[in-house]
């Protein structure tokens, strides 16, 4: 039978997609309903009807799932942030464990999974160490901050997210109460004009100092001391700045920072080591996820002191220091320059002096040391005896795989972030002399259907 747009629908949710989304099955039509999850009877409405499947909209639940939980966040059906969070946490890491595992089995053809139990947070809510609040008008013309509803720009009012730190709000409270007396005009996108653009704020969990940089367009806001004064009065307040963008496009933050009120970075630490954070670093925004991610990567290294180790993808050189104090040397590469340089300065700050760091693509990087080490030393090829890869959601590219093999490491380490992409890689190494030995999802982002990964690939004795 065909369905078409309006028609309403009582549909049984079957399973779950990529994005979250409950599908369901009547009479052979695929129907994806988004805020169902698996186990719904739903009363549904179609929107878009194609010939074979359709996307419908909830109206009503008839029988709702075992397995759904109440919205902890009044926001949680209207905010792209989370898309999950009416799945029981159990249910949640399962839905991600079988994700990497259909991936694994479908695009990398894998069929014995060396698969371990899934990494789940010990509260699921409250983890994330950076929030970024956009600040905009309503209907009536109010200065609001909130979140972006899914896939748009218009702004959800909300100052509790429940994702993040609560004092956020408070941060949040004292800058909008501001706004509003001193009549700051947020920022309009489509005009351009407009004082405010963003609050960032971010928490060292581990040091409890706090950050608050405020995006504006332009380098100044009206009476920017006094707001420096109330901000400074919370305890742990250590960084507050303005990021200096004028620019038209939708990038969140410009490159200049000036200092309001302390420093202009927070520390904070993953595992025992330091890190210096700006408003523009990168850092992951879980720390401690974060920390038991590459606890496992450096437990799949299994160093003993005496290897040479390259880090590729690897950002602020997180992996690259957590893992130089078990190995000989770490070679680290990124494409971003002030990544490399916060590295540098990270290792420098932490007494790290085994650590190298390279700008530059992976891909090509690493090559061109395979090639001028051979020409080099007599046509003898470069070795490592460990690769770890952290890429971007789009994996490896095959030239990078190519010299990974090449160089003929013990192990490689693969650290991914989408586990398709990571599929596709991890049968290329496979086909080409390395067997998978162990594999394992870390949760790092709880609410959401992301996921993390690491595996661990070793060399087929010849
Ligand atoms: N391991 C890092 C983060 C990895 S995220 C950490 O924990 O901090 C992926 C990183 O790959 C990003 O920093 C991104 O800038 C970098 N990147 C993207 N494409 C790249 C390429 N072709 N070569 C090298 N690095 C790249």
């Not at 009476?223 to 990038?251: C, E, F, H, W």
């Amino acid at each position: 039978m065909e369905y078409k747009k309006n028609d309403i629908v009582i549909v049984k949710i079957e399973d779950m997609g990529q994005n979250g989304e409950g599908i369901g099955k009547i009479d052979g039509y695929i129907l994806f309903v988004k805020d169902t999850v698996i186990g719904d009877l739903a009363e549904v409405k179609i929107i878009k009807a194609k010939k074979n499947y359709g996307y419908g909209r909830l109206m009503s639940l008839i029988e709702p799932s075992a397995d759904r939980v109440a919205a902890v966040c009044p926001y949680a059906r209207s905010c792209g942030g989370c898309q999950i969070q009416e799945l029981s946490y159990e249910k949640q890491l399962e839905f991600k464990q079988n994700k990497v595992l259909n991936h694994l089995q479908r695009i990398g053809g894998f069929t014995e999974i060396p698969m371990e139990p899934i990494v789940g947070m010990e509260n699921p809510f409250g983890y994330r160490n950076k929030a970024q609040f956009p600040i905009g008008k309503n209907r009536e013309g109010k200065i609001i901050t909130g979140f972006y509803a899914g896939r748009t720009h218009s702004i959800i009012e909300n100052r509790r997210c429940y994702l993040g730190v609560e004092i956020n709000e408070q941060i949040l409270n004292i800058v909008m109460d501001h706004a509003e007396r001193y009549r700051i005009e947020p920022y309009d996108e489509e005009t351009g004009k407009g004082l405010l653009r963003h609050v960032l704020i971010r928490y060292g969990f581990k040091t409890k100092e706090i950050m608050v940089c405020l995006v504006v367009n332009g380098r100044k806001i009206p009476y920017s001391d006094k707001l420096a004064g109330k901000l400074a009065q919370i305890p742990g307040m250590t960084s507050i700045t303005i990021n200096v963008n004028t620019r038209r496009d939708n990038v969140i933050l410009g490159d200049e920072i000036l200092t309001l009120w302390g420093q202009d970075y927070i520390t904070d630490y993953i595992g025992n080591v330091k890190f210096q954070i700006s408003p523009l670093s990168f850092y992951q925004v879980n720390p401690a996820q974060t920390e038991k991610l590459y606890g496992l990567a450096l437990e799949y290294a299994g160093l003993t002191g005496n290897e040479t180790v390259w880090d590729l993808y690897c950002g602020i050189g997180t992996i690259s220091l957590f893992l130089a104090g078990k190995a000989k040397e770490v070679y680290g590469v990124e494409i971003v320059p002030a990544a490399i340089e916060d590295a540098k300065r990270n290792a420098a700050e932490n007494g790290i002096y085994n650590a190298h760091f390279y700008v530059g693509k992976a891909e090509e990087v690493l090559p061109a040391y395979y090639d001028k080490y051979e020409k080099e030393h007599n046509g003898e090829r470069a070795h490592a005896d460990v690769i770890v890869v952290d890429p971007p959601r789009k994996g490896c590219d095959e030239t990078l795989l190519k010299t990974m093999v090449d160089m003929q490491p013990d192990r490689i380490v693969y650290v991914s972030c989408d586990s398709a992409t990571l599929a596709r890689d991890l049968k290329y190494l496979c086909e080409n002399g390395y067997e998978l030995r162990r594999v394992r999802a870390v949760d790092q982002f709880s609410q959401t259907v992301h996921v993390e990964t690491v595996c661990l690939l070793s060399r087929k004795s010849q």
